[in-house]
């Protein structure tokens, strides 16, 4: 029996491009199916991340036009990441093949076909990789690939030029599911994960509707909780910078007494300097422990990632099985 897909598509504010996006997806599916590769009951389902606009209202129509359309609604906007980890949770218990994708099609789609190939050639894991980002501002090119380096350099290898595109197996999934973290950073932890894995590679498209939904701040806060999630490197940073400030003002003050013998030494102007330095050092280091500190409170409090106010998916499938059972009991 073909196995049954779900891509998987996260939507904040998305009403200019929901429609086009849907229609797009909703041919892949068809065009997989004609081929006998995925099942009938592969799905759309999309993830509305606590939108303020239309979003779920035309996920509803859509869910009316057709049954391969499904949506689940979160209470609230808890972001991309969660977004994408709700729908992997939601989905793998009815599917085979999950696939993650943004809704703006900036991706390009049409590599779910090679994806879903590649899978049936014993891949757990497919990465879609942008092999050129042209498209995208310089501003965001720069920070992106100052991003991967500096990870990189902190022992994380990230897939470069691989953002939430991909498509993972069911088991793939379900391990992933076994990393119970909050602030789970999945391309950090997806190639953690081992499995046999695969690429495709694929230009990314500008937005053709509506905005970027990850201005500045969140893709900092992105960045910031991939490398605190990820990497005890800036605490070591912080052990060096105090071994070093320790020991070049142990060398200057020794410097300093041994000079004051023979001569006079002016000491205001070097104490507050110093003074300065220091200060700047224990602030920095407490930010970072800060972080880490509080990460660890997260931890501990076990705080939901997200709330689900509707999921038609589950619905829609525990429907069937018990439409299936009372057909069987009635026989
Ligand atoms: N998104 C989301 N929650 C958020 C922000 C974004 O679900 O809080 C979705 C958004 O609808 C889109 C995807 O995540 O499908 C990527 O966002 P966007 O295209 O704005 O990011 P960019 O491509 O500019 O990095
Ligand atoms: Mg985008």
């Not at 859509?62 to 689940?72: A, H, N, R, W």
């Not at 190939?117 to 965001?140: C, E, H, P, W």
């Not at 041994?258 to 920095?284: D, E, H, T």
Request: a positive charge; aromatic letters at 10%.
């Amino acid at each position: 029996m073909p196995e049954t897909l779900t891509i998987i598509v996260p939507c904040y504010n998305e009403e200019e491009m929901l429609e086009t996006s849907a229609e797009v997806f909703s041919k892949i599916i068809q065009t997989l199916m004609i081929g006998k590769q995925i099942s009938t009951s592969s799905k759309v389902l999309f993830v509305d991340d606590g939108s303020t606009d239309d979003t779920w209202n035309i996920i509803k129509r859509l869910e009316q036009e057709s049954p391969v359309f499904s949506g689940i609604k979160f209470s609230r906007n808890f972001g991309h990441q969660n977004a994408l980890l709700a729908g992997m949770k939601t989905a793998v218990d009815f599917s085979d093949l999950m696939v993650t994708i943004d809704c703006d099609l900036q991706d390009d789609p049409q590599k779910i076909i090679e994806m879903v190939a590649l899978s049936k050639q014993g891949n757990d894991i497919v990465y879609g990789i942008r092999s050129r980002r042209k498209t995208d501002s310089m501003f965001k090119r720069m920070t992106a690939n100052a991003f991967y380096s500096i990870m990189k350099k902190m022992g994380t290898e990230l897939k470069p030029n691989h953002a939430d595109f991909r498509l993972m197996s069911k088991r793939a999934v379900r391990a992933l599911l076994e990393y119970h973290e909050e602030n789970l950073f999945l391309r950090g932890v997806v190639p953690m994960l081992g499995f046999k894995s695969a690429e495709v590679f694929y230009e990314r498209e500008p937005r053709i509707h509506g905005q970027s939904k990850y201005p500045l701040k969140k893709m900092l806060a992105l960045a910031i909780n991939g490398i605190t999630s990820m990497t005890d490197f800036p605490l070591k940073l912080i052990l060096a910078a105090g071994i070093m400030a320790f020991s070049v003002s142990s060398v200057g003050l020794i410097g300093t007494g041994i000079a004051a013998i023979f001569s006079s030494v002016k000491v205001s102007s070097v104490l507050i300097l110093s003074m300065w330095l220091i200060g700047g050092i224990l602030l920095c280091s407490m930010g970072v422990l800060g972080i880490y500190l509080y990460k660890a409170l997260l931890e501990t409090r076990h705080r939901p990632l997200y709330l689900i106010e509707v999921d038609d998916y589950t619905d829609f499938f525990q429907k069937k099985q018990n439409d299936r059972f009372n057909l069987l009991k009635r026989a």
